[in-house]
């Protein structure tokens, strides 16, 4: 496009065309702003033409989860309640994305206030590997969308997994950054302390762009980290010679499917022949502290819905009203001693990190599950702490993460891995995820949509 080979307006329309033809299958926009992103894609046109550049996302078509407010267009946050709901004003992460010249095709699906099941008034989206399979949650239409090229990347946010299970069930990369990487003005909380914004790409180069744009300080949001932005696009060309990634072998191979074990073994062997070094550590173990992550969700997500919870209880689908009503019930007590342990998870695993740079672990401890094993692993809360313990930590933690494609099952359905780093540590992770897809071909494969 900044050459003019080809005009935004060509990619915004061939996009559009796409969702017009594919989502009826696959549920992945609620809203689509075709006239906006039209609108916008002609001005894009013409400051190319003109010489003007903003960047590699200079009219790229992009979409985001419905919780981030838009004042052109309807931000539902998956319930029925908010359907209407025209802000008055665009998000920090939207307002960065339009100054980099981005395209905004439309809001995506997600599970109702981004808890865990889609509300019956929308549409719950397919996954394009197989419907029959998960499709991931709570941004699961960021996911679907995003895999079956009915947009370029997509903005999202995870609270317990939000960002990295619909990225593991679609083949996609995506990063968890560091909370409060990325400000939270102007969107549908689930809950403040947990929350994280995200991009999904196709890639690792993809995924930094959209982070570069997003990333930094905002005087609307005081948790809003002030720290510089680094340049995550170079840093994907540094390579990870002499990087120090951490593998706990038990870790990762405790109740966890063989198949997805034989990936991360091959990924280890893939990063040491590309110049990492591979070192045994051993992960705090994360169960006390995962059972505290639904009492402070509970608590935070009973606050942020007290003007319409309990008044407007009928029209909350049953997943959301439980998730509040633990928390309107949790006592303080137990608030208190998950806070504890959420700490001294934190504090452990910040002392994991002094011999290491990066930690290599699964996203999820089967292969993309299908709809009926999910709803068996929803009835049994052991099962369900399992599914959790590779994404609710580092959202207790705040520590980033990146996850990337790693292979596909024995039934093609993909398998993930997933990268965790230090605070602030975004640059390493673009690094090795481009290094791991310059030697893997995973990224590449698409689904038959």
Request: glycine share 8%; charged share 20%; net charge negative.
């Amino acid at each position: 496009m900044r050459s003019g080979a080809i005009s935004p307006v060509e990619v915004v329309r061939s996009t559009l065309d796409r969702i017009t033809a594919l989502d009826e299958n696959y549920h992945s926009y609620i809203t689509v702003m075709a006239e906006q992103a039209l609108a916008r894609a002609r001005i894009a046109e013409q400051e190319l033409l003109s010489g003007m550049w903003r960047g590699p996302l200079h009219g790229v078509p992009l979409a985001l989860k419905d919780l981030f407010f838009t004042r052109d267009a309807p931000t539902s946050a998956g319930m029925s309640i908010h359907k209407d709901f025209i802000p008055d004003y665009d998000a920090t992460v939207v307002e960065r994305l339009y100054g980099a010249g981005a395209i905004i095709l439309g809001k995506l699906s997600l599970t109702e206030g981004a808890y865990t099941n889609n509300h019956p008034i929308f549409p719950t989206p397919i996954n394009p590997w197989n419907a029959d399979y998960w499709a991931g949650t709570s941004s699961n239409g960021s996911g679907v969308a995003t895999a079956t090229g009915m947009t370029f990347g997509s903005l999202s946010t995870d609270t317990g997994g939000s960002i990295r299970f619909p990225a593991a069930c679609n083949s996609l990369t995506a990063i968890k950054p560091t909370w409060g990487r990325v400000s939270r003005h102007g969107m549908f909380t689930l809950s403040h302390s947990l929350d994280h914004v995200g991009p999904f790409a196709r890639d690792a180069v993809d995924a930094a762009m959209i982070l570069r744009a997003i990333s930094g300080a905002d005087d609307n949001d005081p948790t809003a980290l002030r720290a510089a932005v680094p340049d995550y696009v170079a840093a994907t060309t540094r390579g990870i010679s002499g990087l120090r990634i951490g593998y706990d072998e038990s870790f990762i191979s405790t109740r966890t499917d063989p198949e997805v074990v034989a990936a991360i073994e091959a990924a280890r062997d893939i990063f040491a022949a590309r110049g990492a070094r591979i070192v045994p550590v051993s992960f705090p173990s994360p169960y006390e502290a995962l059972r505290g992550w639904f009492d402070i969700c509970g608590s935070e997500t009973a606050k942020v819905h007290e003007k319409t919870h309990p008044s407007r209880a009928a029209d909350y689908h049953p997943g959301m009203a439980g998730l509040i009503e633990h928390g309107r019930k949790v006592s303080g007590e137990a608030v208190a001693k998950a806070w504890v342990d959420r700490l001294e998870l934190s504090g452990r695993l910040e002392a994991t990190f002094e011999d290491v740079d990066l930690l290599l672990i699964p996203t999820m401890t089967t292969p993309t599950p299908t709809l009926a094993e999910l709803e068996a692993f929803g009835a049994d809360d052991d099962v369900l702490l399992q599914m959790i313990r590779y994404t609710a930590p580092f959202d207790l933690t705040g520590n980033p993460t990146i996850v990337l494609p790693a292979g596909f099952s024995g039934n093609n359905l993909p398998i993930s891995l997933q990268l965790v780093g230090k605070h602030l540590s975004e640059e390493v992770l673009c690094a090795a995820g481009h290094a791991f897809q310059q030697m893997t071909s995973w990224h590449l494969r698409r689904p038959i949509a």
